[in-house]
């Protein structure tokens, strides 16, 4: 068996194991990479990357379809090319992947592909192509990623029954979609589809679709959601399927009893579980929280010498949270004093309008015992959501009101995902609310919302009524 020996050795190379490796080989530490599959993990391969790619498309469609409002007159309906838009997406994917290669080669880390499973602590086999390898390293980092979760009675084998990855490359529009799970994934995709031209059906057991979420922020993506003829069944279980003479008979039930969709393919999107199961990790003896890695600050687990990143940890799966854990665990391992102490991570929702959060939303800061004060700026009073015809939304901006301090940012609207990147770094910064109002934000823009809904919060806004 061949044998080979690194300083660091990290398993899996998504969006935490990646640029964990890169940060390692800039610092000079002698890195091995290994990776079973994708090389930029499910982000890049067959999770945001794609799925964003697709829901532009689908967004695109929108707008093509209701230009006439603005003048503008397009003869005819749009007709979509999956075809074409599947070469394009995978274009998109291709670049990316290419380059994360690219990047560790050129950061002088080595890269092997195969499958790893632990001997002990600091010791790994790796099944590749051309056999066995034995790998040793002082450090090794698992990054080891998720997977979708499947549930009693809908079988990813099923080629009716889809999880996100078999989602993202069917060769056509479905006419007919169920999504199981109205969660961000669920919703992501259930609307990009619909936008495409599918008939959509979300259930959800819960009894809002984005469980968890501003609940006035869930009511404009119900709304809109209802505009695109989507329709949800909230509390509802699914039941299970069978296959009838026009398609999948999906049974699902709610409080007035049990009733039947009819579908040509299954969306299931109930959450994602940590892939600590496809490694023999029992052979490192690390403490877990149930199927979580525990880590400390430094992402350290219980056994020297060994580290995990990403969605095998506790917290949320989110590639951006992966990433930072990734560069500080290389930190850490090249000797320097680097703790993951971020006060937020900043997550968002792909739907149709967009949902960002940075910090807490206003239900969780009065659940924790603030005193607060909200200022709420709606997308139809800045010049600039007017000038591009989306109007949908708000601005919420959430301080403690003893100190002004500012706990919170929601968004709900278009680019809100660009927009919460001044939220997060507000928050980082203890910034008060006029921190953000004094900042002068060019116009027109939507980004001047963020700081009238800070004014807002004080009662200072001049586009808005002060409440």
């Not at 979708?148 to 084998?157: K, L, R, V």
């Not at 901006?397 to 002004?404: P, S």
Request: charged residues 20%; hydrophobic residues 45%.
């Amino acid at each position: 068996m061949e044998s080979k020996s690194y300083t660091a050795v990290v398993l899996g190379a998504g969006p935490g194991g990646y640029p964990c490796a890169i940060r390692l080989g800039q610092l000079g530490v002698k890195t091995l990479v290994i990776e079973r599959e994708y090389w930029g993990g499910v982000c890049l391969n067959v999770g945001c990357i794609p799925s964003k790619a697709l829901i532009t498309a689908g967004k695109r469609v929108e707008e093509i379809n209701h230009a006439d409002a603005m003048g503008i007159e397009v003869p005819g309906t749009p007709v979509v090319n999956m075809t074409k838009l599947q070469a394009w997406k995978g274009s998109v994917v291709n670049k990316l992947t290419g380059g994360v290669r690219t990047l560790l080669k050129a950061n002088k880390v080595d890269m092997m592909v195969g499958a790893a499973t632990f001997v002990s602590p600091r010791v790994l086999e790796v099944k590749t192509a051309e056999g066995v390898v034995r790998v040793e390293a002082e450090h090794v980092v698992i990054a080891v990623g998720s997977r979708p979760i499947e549930i009693p009675g809908f079988s990813f084998a099923d080629g009716r029954v889809l999880d996100s990855t078999k989602a993202l490359a069917l060769p056509e529009i479905p006419k007919r979609l169920a999504v199981i799970g109205g969660g961000y994934i669920g919703l992501e995709m259930g609307g990009m589809f619909a936008k495409l031209g599918s008939a959509v059906t979300v259930i959800e057991a819960a009894d809002q679709v984005l469980p968890g979420f501003d609940v006035d922020a869930v009511k404009v993506i119900e709304r809109r959601l209802k505009k695109d003829k989507v329709k949800v069944v909230c509390k509802a279980k699914a039941l299970g399927w069978e296959e009838g003479d026009g398609g999948a008979l999906l049974q699902y039930e709610t409080a007035e009893g049990k009733a039947t969709v009819e579908v040509d393919y299954i969306l299931v999107t109930v959450g994602r579980r940590p892939n600590t199961d496809t490694c023999a990790l029992e052979a490192t003896g690390v403490v877990m929280e149930g199927r979580f890695i525990k880590t400390d600050t430094q992402l350290k687990t219980s056994v020297p010498g060994v580290y995990a990143i990403g969605d095998c940890t506790p917290g949320l799966m989110l590639a951006h949270k992966a990433t930072h854990e990734g560069e500080i665990c290389a930190e850490v391992i090249a000797g320097h004093r680097a703790h993951n102490v971020a006060k937020t991570v900043p997550a968002v929702v792909f739907t149709d309008p967009e949902i960002a959060t940075a910090g807490l939303m206003e239900h969780e800061a009065k659940a924790q015992g603030y005193s607060i004060k909200v200022g709420k700026v709606p997308f139809a009073a800045i010049g600039r959501a007017l000038t591009t015809n989306d109007t949908d939304g708000f601005i919420k901006v959430i301080i403690d009101a003893k100190n002004q301090r500012v706990l919170g940012v929601t968004i709900v609207g278009a680019h809100a995902s660009d927009l919460i990147s001044e939220a997060a770094l507000a928050i980082e910064m203890d910034c008060e609310a006029l921190d953000i109002g004094l900042t002068i934000h060019p116009h027109p823009t939507l980004g001047e919302g963020v700081m009238e809904a800070a004014k807002a919060a004080i009662g200072q806004a001049v586009h808005v009524m002060n409440a």
